[in-house]
């Protein structure tokens, strides 16, 4: 067996800063102390990561769980809680050593039995068990030491791994058996859980025990050199956007989220606050039903492709706070690739018509499905049909709410609509492999008839699942994403920016996917 | 009055029965997947499939409605489906926030709307009348949620005197809870005191008109005995019937000042369970929520009794 990069190629260069000796100092807290309150939008319902999908409860949960391996700040898959990884030659093993004496919030140390009892509570009931489906078992040779034993190779194992989408959180052997959603909230992360109110707020405090990932100098991404220079940090749900201004303008608040333009200017001319764009939040996008006609109809799909302007979609979704954005990554990421720009932003009128008259579109209504749950989906869905019109499409709304959209849009051979707006949040952060899986069956997002994929996009997904080498994988990637934009099963406008803000005497907080409170201070 | 109490429980048994029933039937009738809400907009389609299987939300209709009642004649109000916790554990958590903001903005509903109305009454046709009149139209008109902002803004973000959300509980620090709950509270309150204001109004001009106000009048009664007394006391039957729907209106007006002011309570919980299609939370909740309300609608009952004699020889 010998020492190999994380199998995806991607973190190479994270296991080799892992070993590599350190020249710089790591990081020290310029003050230490404070209560921060963080003004969180969304209710949490629980702090069960393993069964969660939910982006509240990441917000929290990840201050006070770990993993195994994680993402840094270029979402690269980087070791956490272990030291190392060894992959087998034939790719049927991963072999990790732990880091060496790091304990749970409950004193406990650390050791290989607490990693597989979270293994098999996640195999159990974590909402992603899907994970280990080609994983034949684990092993703990020793108590410093995890193996996952590979039913099939899968390259791209590590990258599914480090998802902190519904992340395998590494909790004490004796919480194995606990319920779903009723974990018992004990990790190993720099903030411990203090108090949770369900609807009204959650309160962390420093974890003392709490041991540095020495083989960083930062923090980068979810892991790294990780310091709580907070006494405390409270979680407060503020449901309300107003209210959350008005609490972070009194103070009441130090950091909060999702801050709508409406007040961006007022806050602008506040020095006492900071605005903190966080770019790439989500890629907003409309998908079509290709199980019903006409959009089961090539030429009827590019032709609403041609019509769409999408810097008026974007502008009227977000209130101006986008990025034009080819595809399904983004520029900052190594998988990102433009394949398939032409079909981006065309905005030809003309030539929308031309490929109408060519479908043989005879005035059918459209039905342009959306909620108000999401008003970047409501507003660019109006503009949408605004612009379909104009070409001479009959295209209406349908608004429900985002449950029932879902539902309509989840349902095989639907006769009900026509296009489905969406957001994209999670998964394209999390990587190409993680975002196409929405193109893929079961529930392939373009609705192909009786859930039956494309057989050239199946073919480029597993490609970008099964092939060894990365630049093939990647190549996979562009594949898929020109196919899926040439044979428009999917229309992504653009990148949308989500906006938080903080007072200005909060240090050290960047804006990322889930907010960090370590490596934060507060300066007096 | 032991025969009164027992009749008004013994009719709530059907109301019980209906709004089960109706809560059932109406959270099955409205579409949208309670797996897709309740995982979020970041879960992908394999892991909403996921969560319907683990929730067991494929189980045929009637299998459903028979679990529920097996469950709630053992007293089991289900688990829910959002929290992975008992619907009448998550109520007892939420409720003691949602009575005490109501109680505390019927309080001041009681102080704002009866001393107006009988204020008003007794300066008949004066700027005073006029002036308090003005007001409670001004209270019944304005929504509770731009009242809320507007306070926000002014004693919270302006003054700095209130915060601006939040919830502290009563046994942890009264005076936190006070200033936790003064804004929500009063913004409740004042639609409902402009209500009972011009109700109070309307009942006290009708009784001081009456014989036998002139006869205490005339029998050289202090003001103050006259009116508290003999007007007043009969003026309150129709004052109390209006505070029982008050007590219903203040409930349900929480459900839009808890989430304004951040406060954990039942409306928040009950809005979340139903745009989350959290089945079990919403037929549990309901029905926890109507039981309170018959409740307070038998007290009421009491209370007619209590103060006209009539109810009791009916």
Not at chain 1, 338 to 355: H, M, P, S, V
Request: with cysteine; glycine share 6%.
């Amino acid at each position: 067996m010998k020492r190999l990069s994380l199998s995806t190629g991607l973190v190479a260069a994270a296991m080799a800063l892992s070993a590599a000796p350190l020249l710089a100092a790591p990081f020290t807290c310029p003050t230490r102390g404070g209560d921060l309150v963080f003004g969180q939008e969304a209710n949490v319902n629980s702090l069960d990561q393993m069964t969660s999908s939910t982006i509240s409860t990441r917000n929290i949960a990840m201050n006070i769980y770990e993993t195994l391996v994680t993402r840094d700040e270029n979402n690269k898959p980087i070791p956490e809680l272990a030291e190392s990884m060894q992959e087998a030659p034939d790719g049927m093993a991963y072999t990790f050593k732990l880091r060496q004496g790091i304990t749970f919030h409950n004193g406990k140390v650390l050791t290989s039995a607490d990693v597989a009892a979270s293994f098999d509570r996640y195999k159990r009931i974590g909402l992603q068990r899907s994970t280990l489906d080609n994983v034949a078992g684990w092993e703990t040779p020793d108590a410093q030491t995890f193996i996952i034993r590979m039913s099939r190779v899968q390259p791209t194992f590590i990258e599914a791994l480090s998802s902190f989408s519904v992340p395998i959180v590494i909790i004490p052997a004796e919480h194995k058996d606990d319920e779903r959603q009723q974990l018992r909230p004990v990790g190993t992360g720099p903030f411990r859980l203090m108090e949770f109110v369900p609807g009204s707020h959650a309160k962390l405090g420093r974890f003392d025990g709490y041991k540095p990932n020495t083989a960083y100098e930062q923090r980068t991404g979810f892991g790294g050199y990780r310091v709580a220079c907070l006494d405390t940090v409270t979680f407060r749900i503020v449901t309300e956007a107003s209210a959350r201004v008005a609490g972070l303008e009194t103070g009441a608040l130090q950091v909060v989220e999702d801050v709508p333009t409406r007040s961006l200017e007022g806050l602008r001319r506040n020095n006492a606050i900071t605005i903190l764009p966080l770019q790439n939040w989500w890629i907003q996008i409309a998908l079509p039903n290709t199980a019903l006609a006409p959009t089961d109809n090539l030429a009827f799909r590019r032709a609403v492709q041609a019509a769409m302007n999408v810097e008026d979609i974007m502008d009227a979704a977000t209130d101006n706070n986008y990025r034009l954005n080819v595809g399904f990554q983004y520029p900052n990421q190594p998988s990102y690739t433009d394949a398939g720009k032409e079909t981006y932003n065309i905005n030809n009128q003309q030539r929308a018509r031309a490929l109408l008259r060519e479908s043989g579109y005879r005035n059918e209504p459209i039905v342009i499905l959306t909620n108000r749950d999401y008003p970047p989906m409501y507003n660019s869905a109006l503009v949408m049909e605004q612009q379909l019109k104009a070409v001479g499409i009959n295209a209406s709304l349908r608004v429900v709410d985002w449950p029932t959209s879902v539902q309509m849009s989840q349902r095989v051979n639907s006769t009900e609509w026509h296009f489905f707006h969406s957001g994209w949040g999670t998964q394209p952060a999390l990587g190409a492999l993680a975002t196409m899986q929405f193109l893929v069956s079961p529930g392939a997002n373009y609705r192909p008839k009786d859930d039956k994929d494309d057989p050239d996009v199946l073919a480029a997904w597993n490609d970008m699942n099964n092939l060894r080498d990365p630049a093939a994988r990647q190549q996979a990637f562009a594949r898929m994403q020109r196919l899926v934009l040439e044979r428009a099963y999917a229309y992504p406008f653009g990148a949308l920016t989500k906006v938080q803000a903080s007072r200005a005497n909060v240090k050290g907080f960047t804006p990322f996917r889930i907010p960090r409170f370590s490596n934060v201070w507060i300066e007096r | 009055m032991i025969l009164l109490t027992l009749r008004r429980l013994l009719s709530a048994i059907p109301v019980l029965f209906i709004v089960s029933l109706i809560s059932f039937g109406l959270m099955r009738l409205i579409p949208g997947d309670p797996a897709a809400a309740i995982a979020g907009i970041a879960a992908t389609p394999a892991q909403i499939e996921q969560l319907r299987r683990d929730l067991g939300l494929d189980e045929p209709l009637l299998t459903q409605l028979l679990h529920y009642y097996q469950g709630l004649l053992q007293g089991d109000f289900g688990k829910s489906l959002l929290l992975g916790k008992g619907v009448l554990a998550a109520t007892m958590e939420r409720l003691p926030v949602t009575i005490g903001l109501s109680l505390y903005a019927l309080v001041l509903t009681l102080l704002i709307g009866v001393a107006s109305g009988i204020i008003a009454a007794l300066r008949q046709n004066t700027w005073v009348d006029q002036l308090a009149m003005m007001i409670a139209m001004l209270g019944i008109s304005i929504p509770g949620f731009f009242l809320g902002l507007l306070m926000i803004i002014f004693f919270a973000v302006q003054l700095g005197w209130l915060p601006s959300g939040g919830y502290v509980p009563f046994a942890q620090d009264p005076i936190g809870w006070l200033r936790s709950t003064t804004m929500p509270a009063i913004s409740l309150a004042l639609l409902q005191a402009g209500l009972l204001a011009r109700i109070t109004r309307s009942g006290m001009l009708e009784v001081l008109r009456q014989d036998y106000v002139r006869t205490a009048r005339a029998k050289g009664l202090p003001e103050r005995q006259v009116i508290l007394k003999h007007a007043l006391a009969n003026a309150l039957i129709p004052i109390v019937t209006v505070v029982g729907i008050i007590i219903s209106l203040l409930l349900s007006g929480a459900v839009v000042t808890e989430a304004l002011f951040s406060l954990p309570g039942m409306g928040q919980l009950l809005t979340q369970a139903v745009l989350s299609r959290d089945y079990p939370m919403v037929q549990g909740g309901l029905l926890l929520v109507t039981t309170f309300l018959v409740v307070v609608n038998i007290l009421v009952d009491i209370l007619y009794a209590l103060i006209d004699p009539r109810v009791r020889y009916e």
